[in-house]
């Protein structure tokens, strides 16, 4: 009963209570070049996305403006995931508002934390098994709250840099094709879902 009525408070809020997969498949250091994106609010919908020649020169052009630190392959971080979204609409034909809509579960286009920090993740899946990430390395998918603490439940995307730091990339806060939080994780944590774009206090 609790359990239902959190899954339901959290559809109301914009999020979901449990992440789904990464919305990509690898074998090996093999990426493929078809990615599933997740909308809908917990990956209700999936629409397939065909990366071609012309998306994989993009990303490389992308990123070989990143390669000479740290701070600019997470700048160049960012507008490949501005990029992504952007072929994102293409194929889906709705732009997803910038955070969770109240009351958009089960709408095409829409996505809640959940989505996002899936589509987010399996686009640097894409990035890192194409060799394209030279100053970090993809991590497993972050969250914070519980409701118990007096917050929602958000999930994002993360990196991890060449000292072992985790860094968020949380491209919720943005309407589609805007660009994502990338924040280290230490300052992502303790903030609260509403305000977690704003300048760290």
Partial sequence: MLAGAIVAMLAVAG??????GSGIKTIG???????FVCHGYGCTYRTRLDLGA???AKFKAILAAGKASPNAERAAISRAVQYFE???YQVIGIRDLPKGAIGAS???GQMDCIDESTNTNALLLYLANRGLLKHHTVAKKQSRGFFFDGRYPHWTAAIRDSKGELWVVDSWYAPMGGAPDIMPLSAWKPRGVMGSNEPAA
Wanted: with cysteine; hydrophobic share 25%; proline share 9%.
């Fill in 15 to 20: 999020c979901s209570s449990a992440p789904s």
């Fill in 29 to 35: 250091n093999a990426a493929p070049k078809r990615l």
């Fill in 54 to 56: 012309s998306d994989g």
């Fill in 86 to 88: 952007n072929r994102t």
């Fill in 106 to 108: 089960r709408i095409k």
